[in-house]
């Protein structure tokens, strides 16, 4: 009787406290903090490792601003290299985001009850699960906007100031979450003392940020020459809301039901939340939920498409307050019912994030690489297929020396400062063979893969040795063996050290 009253009253301290929440949903995240990197955040990984002169200049040769890079070369140096190292920050933050989201609720909503079933649906959050363990800078992003537009709701100026100097910093598309809640903050905020807020907050972000802006107008006219995604279409402005609400990592059989049902209960939220949404806290949410998405793609259709579902996933963290709104205020069903459908579906969806059925697409790149360190021979080399497969081989075989194949065109190439900072080599197969017996090739085919590389990879295939395959949704990875044979005078000139 004593443990089940304990565990009752347990139960009831989880409800009422957001910080139970809070850790539930942190401990959910750190399941997967351990999982093998792969090409985003493998180059993190290697640009934490470079010299201060090295780092800088990897930085610059980017396309992401320096927020990101910096934090994780800070952890780093406390913490070390290794994946759950590396994803710290993203795993801090996104407990941060999970409290920010039930205080926007609390704010908007004035009601407790909602705001922590806000906090329980964002702890569940597929799209929450996953980019909190990321070594990426999507979860700074978020982090930035959501500390911003809590400080413009509750008219806080440190707030405003801080979320939009760490929105900028962390992904160059923070412009537009910033640029939205300031104009939306000089509209609508209380008349009193108005100007002098906005001077207030206004100079001490552009100080800050105004370093950045040559740097951010190199990124943009490089963008603009040349990025990968094709060209803007309308059904590409609604597609990743459902990706980034329910996640994508759900079998196909029951993603239409489960993506229908996610956004059935966002339009039941909308409506359950006209009581606040046109006020003035109301507004402001309104311009990060809808504002800044389709200023995003009315950019991406008038200029060149910029429209990542990633960078939507500050709008996509809202959803769990209009989800609050309905299970408290539901015109259909009631709210435990419809709170309770919401935390089944998402429960589910959950567990494909972090269960091992989920993670169909994801390797062991330290099992999967582990042939090539036991077989490895004094003057082999790695020829990558491209350049995303070596950058994963330089952090789980650092001391293996290697080289990637041209692919003028692919979005995978990195820019030639990134690759002298980082110390790559590109060169094609047939001066790599010229100079050393045996060729490990690391292959890879993907949809971005360029037809060259297809087509090279195919032809190696015939006269290699297979050591590893596997195909996995709409990619196939492959280990390959080229060796000339015991009569092959090796050669010294691949004798070398892997990049430094």
Not at 334 to 359: D, E
Not at 362 to 391: K, L, S
Request: glycine fraction near 8%; charge should be positive; hydrophobic fraction near 50%.
């Amino acid at each position: 009787m004593k443990k089940s009253s304990l565990l009752h009253k347990l139960a009831k301290m989880a409800a009422r406290s957001p910080g139970f929440i809070v850790a539930g949903g942190t401990a959910l995240r750190a399941l997967g903090i351990n999982e093998s990197l792969w090409f985003d955040e493998a180059f993190t990984a290697r640009l934490v490792t470079l010299s201060p002169a090295a780092f800088v200049k990897g930085i610059l040769s980017d396309s992401a601003p320096p927020g990101w890079p910096i934090l994780e070369y800070m952890v780093t140096r406390i913490l070390g290299n290794t994946e759950a190292a590396l994803r710290a920050p993203a795993l801090a933050l996104g407990a941060l985001i999970i409290y920010l989201v039930y205080r926007i609720s609390l704010a908007v909503e004035n009601d407790r009850v909602p705001a922590l079933l806000a906090a329980a649906f964002t702890a569940l959050l597929p799209v929450g699960l996953y980019f909190s363990v990321e070594a990426r800078q999507y979860n700074l992003l978020a982090a930035g906007v959501l500390l911003a537009l809590l400080g413009c709701i509750e008219n806080r100026a440190w707030m405003i100031v801080a979320g939009a100097i760490a929105a900028i910093y962390a992904q160059n598309v923070g412009v537009i979450y910033v640029g939205a809640m300031l104009a939306g903050y000089a509209m609508f905020s209380p008349g009193k003392g108005k100007a002098r807020r906005l001077i207030l907050m206004t100079v001490p972000i552009g100080a800050a940020v105004a370093p950045w802006i040559p740097f951010l107008l190199e990124q943009a006219k490089a963008v603009g020459s040349s990025f990968w995604l094709p060209g803007m279409t309308a059904p590409q402005l609604l597609a990743p809301l459902a990706t980034m609400i329910m996640g994508w990592r759900i079998p196909e059989s029951v993603q239409i039901p489960v993506y229908v049902v996610g956004m059935l209960c966002t339009l039941l939220g909308v409506y359950a939340a006209r009581r606040w949404l046109l006020t003035r806290q109301g507004i402001m949410l309104l311009l990060i939920f809808v504002g800044a998405p389709l200023a995003l793609g009315a950019l991406s259709a008038a200029w060149r498409n910029i429209y990542l579902p990633r960078a939507i996933l500050p709008s996509a963290l809202l959803v769990p307050v209009f989800w609050a709104s309905a299970g408290r205020n539901a015109p259909v069903l009631n709210s435990r019912q419809l709170a309770g459908l919401l935390n089944g579906v998402l429960i589910f969806c959950a567990f494909w994030f972090a269960a091992p059925p989920g993670r169909t697409g994801r390797i062991d790149m330290r099992v999967w690489f582990a042939p090539i360190g036991e077989g490895w021979q004094q003057g082999d080399i790695i020829y990558h297929g491209n350049e995303a497969t070596q950058m994963l081989a330089l952090y789980y075989l650092p001391d293996k020396p290697s080289v990637a194949r041209p692919n003028e065109g692919s979005f995978m190439s990195l820019t030639e400062g990134v690759k002298e900072s980082f110390g790559l080599v590109s060169e094609n197969f047939h001066d790599v063979a010229a100079g050393a017996c045996r060729v490990w090739l690391v292959f890879s085919g993907m949809p971005t893969s360029t037809a060259g590389e297809l087509a090279e990879a195919e032809d190696l295939k015939r006269v290699s040795t297979m050591v590893r395959y596997r195909e996995a949704d709409h990619l196939w990875q492959g280990i390959y063996l080229f060796d000339k044979g015991e009569s092959c005078e090796r050669r010294s000139v691949f004798n070398r050290k892997s990049p430094s």
